[in-house]
């Protein structure tokens, strides 16, 4: 079936750095990708919408410039955390739009913890 | 907004007793609705996808029924088992979204043995 993978899985970075994590569809094209952040003992809230080609589009509070998304291609999109601080430490999870299917199923990578340290 | 209630928070129960948990959502305009289970340090593994048109999907122990009309879709999990604790979310996918999953909180589950 169709996979989404997502890289890297856990990473730890110092206050201050910048932090990119991968969002790639292996066998479909994804038009649309979805970044979601989890705090601990709290659902998954959507941050931004990925369109390949066009700037994201970000949900209410979410900071543009801290929050890059690039979306270059039809199978890989990414997430780039500028200025860490420890306070984005959280899991973050991509998911991938195959329109191609008849019922235009999500799939989910399996996520990536950051931790600021 | 479409908004995704999942109750209980939490849910503790010995081996063996069948689970229910639900999930309630506010727009009935949904494309589908998902279940997924989530470990502790882990990403989601999708348990079971309901279209808008179905009525319930099954899998195994597991059984998802989905009534759109009231807004309401519920998870059992049948002779549960202690690798059944996790937090399992529910997700609804609303059909202007265009892929956009509202999550609901979550319920906890711990089975023991």
């Excluded at chain 1, 206050?15 to 601990?40: H, N």
């Excluded at chain 2, 059984?63 to 807004?71: C, E, H, P, V, Y």
Aim: hydrophobic fraction near 35%; include cysteine.
């Amino acid at each position: 079936g169709a996979v989404v993978s997502q890289h890297p899985s856990r990473v730890i970075c110092k206050s201050g750095t910048s932090v990119k994590i991968e969002c790639r569809s292996l066998d479909f094209q994804a038009t649309t990708m979805f970044w979601y952040r989890q705090f601990p003992k709290q659902s998954l809230m959507l941050m931004a919408t990925s369109n390949e080609g066009s700037k994201a589009t970000y949900e209410q509070g979410v900071e543009k410039d801290k929050f890059l998304i690039n979306h270059a291609s039809l199978t890989l999109s990414t997430l780039t955390v500028t200025s860490a601080h420890p306070e984005d430490s959280s899991f973050y999870i991509c998911s991938a739009r195959d329109a191609s299917s008849s019922g235009n199923t999500i799939y989910f990578g399996e996520g990536s913890w950051l931790t600021v340290v | 907004k479409q908004e995704v209630t999942q109750i209980p928070a939490a849910l503790s129960v010995p081996e063996g007793e069948n689970l229910v948990l639900n999930c309630s959502f506010t727009d009935s305009a949904i494309y589908n609705l998902q279940w997924f289970r989530q470990d502790p340090g882990k990403g989601l593994t999708s348990l079971l996808l309901i279209q808008s048109s179905q009525r319930e999907q099954t899998s195994g122990r597991l059984n998802a029924s989905l009534d759109k009309s009231s807004g309401r879709s519920t998870l059992y999990i049948a002779a549960s088992q202690p690798g059944d604790s996790a937090t399992y979310l529910c997700a609804v996918l609303s059909s202007d979204s265009w892929g956009k999953l509202q999550f609901g909180a979550g319920t906890q589950v711990v089975v023991t043995p």
